[in-house]
């Protein structure tokens, strides 16, 4: 079992930056690919980023990339998402997940087994 945990959310004007995180405990991640998610209010959850278990291949939406970059520590089972240029659009919660899915599939909500919480991030314009 997997517990994720999301920190570093909150409050930004548009073009700030925000790095969340994302915790693990239970057991170690390092096998797990790893994803974040993001659901504004009244619209479907959307895949943000995603992230091998080596950390080696990495998935953005077409409305993050090169805004957003995912990383991950699998010493310390951490993930992380780096927000820049953050825009009003961005507001939602996010959330992170782990999944023993494949690569190709790591877009996917469905794939995913183990979910965070969230942590809303809010950006005003």
């Known amino acids: 079992q997997v517990q994720l945990v999301e920190s570093g959310g909150g409050l930004v004007q548009a073009g700030d930056s925000l790095r969340l995180s994302c915790s693990a405990s239970g057991r170690t991640i390092s096998s797990n690919n790893m994803g974040w998610f993001r659901q504004a209010p009244g619209k479907e959850r959307e895949s943000v980023a995603a992230i091998s278990s080596s950390g080696g291949r990495t998935y953005y939406a077409d409305s993050v990339k090169v805004r957003f970059a995912i990383s991950r520590d699998n010493a310390n089972n951490m993930v992380y998402l780096q927000m820049n240029s953050l825009k009003p659009e961005d507001t939602a919660v996010y959330s992170c997940?782990?999944?023993?899915?494949?690569?190709?599939?790591?877009?996917?909500?469905?794939?995913?087994?183990?979910w965070g919480q969230g942590t809303q991030v809010t950006v005003s314009s």
């Open positions: 997940a782990a999944t023993n899915g494949p690569i190709w599939r790591l877009s996917d909500p469905q794939v995913y087994t183990y």
